[in-house]
């Protein structure tokens, strides 16, 4: 069967994206390969009205009202393969089948890559955060520590203090300028030169860290930014165009949503350097919204 629209991937961006086109009575293809990037956490927030809800729940009561509509098939597999031939797309799914469409939607976020210290990864999403608006009220009034391993980490470690007693730990790369030790010490940030060598405590918990020069600081939860990198190849496949973000790759689109490849729409973390379940959706919405004009009024030339 020939689709309208396949929208490749199906959390935030892909199911706000789908429903926009469901809803106008295009024929639409969800392929979803069931991985979100915050499936690490317990809980999800920020999202009004699914505060506090699993990961997993949000993402399945997405899929069961589209599921609700008659022209919308949701697919679960992995997309491996994806190519334009003339005005159409073809892609192929892991395991077998291929399927057509005059659109697609890329809405396949990206993957962390975190810094290799021992006691981290296991802790992702639990203890060790990325984003003190999605987490930070969970941990607030704890002892909180800020990991720096990007250039943005000192700015990260000047907001922390809004949730608790902060210690920037600069890992002797991420030396802040005068400027910014001027506020971090205002903020009352105290700071740490000597590199975090591992992370103590019953994990998931966090109880300290162990520095290189042998000491132990007392640290309930800690904010890393990751390194980011497309969790899928799709987007390099197709040719799509890609901006140099502050964490990692991020597709180029124009204001609405399509990418440098004609037909191709992109949105979520895949196609932002803003990474945050609520933006995801709404830039899905916008892709969504686009790309259904676009079958009406397609470009001219
Ligand atoms: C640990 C953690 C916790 C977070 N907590 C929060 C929070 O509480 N609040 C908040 O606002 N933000 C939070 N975020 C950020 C939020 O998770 C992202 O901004 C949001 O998930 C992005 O949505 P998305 O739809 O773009 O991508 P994702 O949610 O990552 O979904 C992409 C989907 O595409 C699928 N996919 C990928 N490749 C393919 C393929 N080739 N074929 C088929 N399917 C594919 C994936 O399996 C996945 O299901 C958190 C991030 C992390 C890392």
């Not at 979803?32 to 809980?43: C, H, V």
């Not at 976020?109 to 990864?121: E, M």
């Not at 984003?131 to 009220?137: L, S, T, W």
């Not at 720096?148 to 007693?165: K, T, V, Y």
């Amino acid at each position: 069967m020939s689709y309208e629209v396949i929208v490749i991937g199906g959390n935030f961006a892909g199911l706000s994206a789908a429903m926009q086109l469901t809803r106008a009575r295009r024929r639409v293809l969800l392929v979803d390969a069931g991985k979100p990037r915050n499936r690490f956490s317990l809980a999800s927030h920020g999202f009004l009205g699914q505060d506090g809800q699993a990961p997993a729940a949000i993402m399945g009561e997405g899929k069961r009202q589209l599921s609700l509509y008659p022209n919308i098939t949701l697919r679960d597999g992995k997309v491996i393969r994806a190519q334009k031939e003339g005005e159409e797309f073809t892609i192929a799914i892991e395991g077998g089948g291929e399927e057509r469409a005059d659109r697609l939607i890329l809405a396949t976020g990206v993957s962390d890559t975190l810094p290799d210290i021992p006691g981290l990864r296991e802790r992702w999403g639990r203890s060790a955060l990325h984003c003190p608006y999605c987490h930070g009220f969970e941990v607030s009034g704890g002892e909180l520590g800020v990991l720096a391993n990007h250039p943005h980490s000192a700015h990260s470690a000047m907001m922390i203090p809004d949730w608790g007693a902060t210690t920037f730990f600069t890992q002797s790369l991420f030396e802040p300028d005068e400027e910014q030790l001027a506020r971090l010490t205002a903020r009352g940030v105290r700071i740490e030169r000597s590199p975090v060598v591992e992370l103590l405590g019953d994990s998931p918990k966090l109880q300290a860290v162990r520095l290189a020069d042998g000491r132990t600081v007392p640290v309930d939860a800690i904010f890393v930014a990751p390194k980011t990198a497309m969790a899928s190849p799709i987007a390099e496949q197709l040719g799509c165009a890609f901006d140099d973000g502050p964490f990692g790759p991020v597709i180029r689109t124009g204001e609405n949503k399509e990418t440098s490849v004609k037909g191709v729409f992109a949105a979520g973390d895949a196609a932002s350097s803003m990474h945050n379940a609520t933006l995801a959706s709404a830039s899905g919405v916008l892709a969504g919204v686009h790309c259904h004009q676009s079958l009406v009024m397609p470009p001219a030339g």
